[in-house]
């Protein structure tokens, strides 16, 4: 019993338009590129989140090692705003300075991973360092008032045309990187 299926043909009656082959090509083409820029967005997108939760993890521990110290020395300085001091050398009392409160070790080994933090994130990131790189040019100053006291005048006009200096050396590589062209 053989019964033969009719074949459907278009309601219009007449052949079915045939579409071009570069329509297609050219189709595909265009899908392809769309759903390869949506993959590498995606990826791109990936890896800098897992540099930022990585950078972030970096900076948290710093800091976090840095607040009980901070926190400390904080509450002198309100003591001394706040008038309960009686004495200004006694603000120093049994504090080591001959190191730094915070070094900044991290910041300088971990600064390029800085640009995948939130810029919020980043710019309360850089103040707290440039508090503590302040904080330790004062505890330079104080060591060398200790140790010369005759030439404290003479020792803070070299620190500030020293730190000046350095500033100097760091405007040219900086103005050659600001002013770079972006590959396009």
């Known amino acids: 019993m053989g019964s033969k299926i009719a074949k459907k043909r278009p309601k219009g009656g007449g052949e079915r338009k045939k579409r071009r082959v570069w329509v297609r090509d050219l189709s595909n083409l265009i899908g392809g590129a769309v759903v390869g820029g949506l993959i590498v967005f995606i ?3 990936y890896v800098a989140g897992k540099e930022s939760k990585a950078a972030s993890r970096i900076f948290a521990e710093d800091v976090t090692n840095a607040v009980p110290a901070l926190k400390a020395l904080g509450e ?3 003591e001394a705003t706040d008038g309960k001091s009686k004495d200004a050398k006694d603000l120093l009392e ?3 300075i001959s190191k730094p409160v915070h070094p ?3 910041l300088r080994n971990s600064l390029d991973s800085v640009g995948s933090l939130n810029k ?3 710019v309360r990131l850089l103040d707290l360092y440039r508090n503590l790189d302040e904080a330790d040019l ?3 100053l104080i060591l060398e008032v200790r140790v010369r006291p005759d030439q404290t005048m ?3 006009q070299r620190g500030f045309l020293r730190a000046l200096y350095e500033g100097s050396q ?3 590589p900086l103005l050659l990187d600001l002013n770079a062209k972006k590959p396009k």
């Open 170 to 172: 760091m405007t040219g």
């Open 76 to 78: 002198r300085y309100l």
């Open 120 to 122: 919020a994130c980043v």
């Open 94 to 96: 049994g504090v080591d």
């Open 154 to 156: 003479a020792l803070m």
């Open 104 to 106: 900044l070790e991290v």
């Open 43 to 45: 990826a791109s997108a």
């Open 138 to 140: 004062y505890r330079r």
